[in-house]
């Protein structure tokens, strides 16, 4: 690590991880996040569809770490979260065939992108930046330049908060976190909104559907000022996905239809508006089982879902323990430089 007197450190990637590590480091360095999106969130970033406030991605929050419940509890009281209490069921052929409304769930205000958006407020971040190069100098720093061969600064200290099958190219330094990352596989998930002029009347709000194409389905809060209309979003299992990935949006659409009336037993009707969208990367099938990755050598980190679990709850513990390992580091050198 290079000796400036306030550190500078360079976060790569604004989803959940990276913000949160962000937000933790922010009174401690100076820290900076590049995003290659126009929008914070990542994975939870919203994709506008219609009148609708949701998105084809994630759904809700579930908790199973007692520091990720205090922070759902912060995120309650600030009106970021709320609970969501729908009926969730299990689907077979139309049947339902399990009930599960033992699990606490919780829902974004309006939508995830919210808290995303209440991390970032505050932070210096650099939009529509991806950062494509790392550039080691003689005195331990790193250049960093963008994917047309722009100069981004120099930092004591990179962080990698992107998804697992970005990280091998940008942590060419650290060997140790490119390879751990690039033995990460990714679902691909196809994913559907159809939006209905009338209710349904479907005895539940969301459902795991087994022996389908489909894997989840949930109903979306009616549009304002038009509470009769229905809105349900449909992921694809990732079987189903994955040998569908080169087929055109229009026919996995209709296959996706088509299999939402069949999974809810219902006759097919024509929607007002559709949409289907394909995440390439959408969750890590194996987890690495560590909360984050550091290279002491290298002043290289990693962190996101990817170390830890697949979901909201993982991304965040992810770029905690990111930032307390960030920490510890730059006490280290406080430390080193106050005996010398
Ligand atoms: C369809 C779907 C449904 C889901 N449903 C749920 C759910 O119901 N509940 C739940 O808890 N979780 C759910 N998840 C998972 C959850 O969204 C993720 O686990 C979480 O958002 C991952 O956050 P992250 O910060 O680790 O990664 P990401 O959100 O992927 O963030 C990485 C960021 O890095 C940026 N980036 C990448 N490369 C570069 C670069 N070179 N330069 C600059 N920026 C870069 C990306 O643009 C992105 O913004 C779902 C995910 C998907 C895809």
Not at 127 to 149: I, K, M, Q
Not at 197 to 208: I, V
Not at 232 to 257: D, T
Not at 295 to 324: H, K, N, Q, Y
Request: net charge negative.
């Amino acid at each position: 690590m290079s000796v400036s007197a306030t550190p500078r450190i360079a976060i790569i990637g604004a989803g959940l991880a990276g913000l949160t590590c962000a937000t933790a480091l922010k009174g401690m360095a100076g820290v900076t996040v590049f995003e290659k999106s126009v929008f914070v969130g990542g994975r939870v970033s919203r994709h506008p569809f219609g009148e609708y406030r949701d998105h084809s991605g994630e759904q809700y929050i579930t908790v199973s770490n007692p520091l990720f419940l205090k922070i759902v509890e912060s995120w309650l009281d600030a009106g970021l979260l709320r609970p969501w209490e729908g009926w969730v069921v299990e689907l077979n052929h139309g049947q339902i065939v399990n009930l599960d409304d033992l699990t606490p769930r919780y829902r974004g205000a309006p939508n995830m992108q919210a808290i995303a958006d209440r991390l970032a407020s505050g932070l210096d971040l650099r939009h529509s930046t991806s950062v494509a190069e790392l550039d080691r100098g003689d005195d331990g720093s790193w250049r960093l330049f963008d994917d047309r061969g722009g100069y981004l600064g120099v930092y004591d200290l990179v962080v990698i908060a992107t998804s697992a099958d970005q990280v091998p190219g940008l942590a060419r330094a650290a060997p140790s976190i490119a390879r751990a990352a690039a033995n990460i596989d990714m679902t691909l998930c196809w994913s559907a909104l159809f939006d209905f002029e009338t209710s349904l009347n479907l005895p539940f709000e969301a459902a795991f559907v087994l022996d389908s194409p489909l894997s989840w389905v949930a109903r979306l809060d009616a549009p304002q000022p038009y509470p009769e209309r229905e809105c349900w979003v449909v992921h694809a299992s990732p079987e189903w996905s994955a040998q569908y990935a080169a087929s055109f949006r229009g026919r996995v659409l209709h296959a996706l239809m088509d299999a939402f009336f069949e999974a809810c037993d219902q006759p097919p009707r024509k929607p007002l508006a559709s949409n289907v969208h394909c995440w390439r990367h959408a969750l890590p099938i194996n987890t690495l089982g560590e909360d984050c990755l550091f290279d002491e050598r290298a002043s290289i980190g990693a962190c996101g879902d990817w170390c830890t679990a697949p979901r909201i709850e993982g991304a965040v513990l992810s770029g905690f323990s990111m930032a307390d390992r960030v920490m510890k580091q730059l006490r280290k050198r406080e430390h080193g430089r106050a005996a010398g």
